[in-house]
């Protein structure tokens, strides 16, 4: 899968790492946790838990998330490991209204780049 010029987080110790020591923002279908990573590029990971759902309502909004991320990363900055964790409200949403949500949640992190 290609999301720009950023690499997935796989390792669970990675995500360890982000949920430890980064900051958390959240809204009603998503929360996000950010870690600075000194690498000069963006690393994300996405996380569904089960209490949304059988296999195919958790594939379906991992990828509604994955594609939003994918098409509003040039409007981040770079140098973060990000990590994404849908709600029980993502379950019944479209594209746009995860993307909404998403923007919001860059807002609120203070990560969007005002310049692009």
Do not use: P, T
Request: net charge positive; glycine share 6%.
């Amino acid at each position: 899968m290609n999301l720009g010029n950023c690499e997935i987080l796989k390792k669970s110790s990675d995500f360890a790492k982000v949920y430890n020591n980064g900051k958390s923002f959240a809204n009603k279908a998503l929360v996000i946790y950010i870690l600075e990573n000194n690498l000069g590029k963006n690393r994300v990971g996405f996380s569904v838990s089960k209490k949304i759902g059988n296999s195919v309502v958790r594939n379906r909004v991992k990828r509604l998330i994955r594609e939003s991320f994918r098409l509003n990363n040039d409007k981040i900055r770079q140098g973060y490991d990000i990590v994404f964790i849908s709600r029980e409200g993502a379950k019944d949403l479209d594209y746009k209204s995860i993307e909404k949500f998403m923007i919001n949640l860059f807002k609120k992190s203070k990560i969007i780049d005002s310049r692009r």
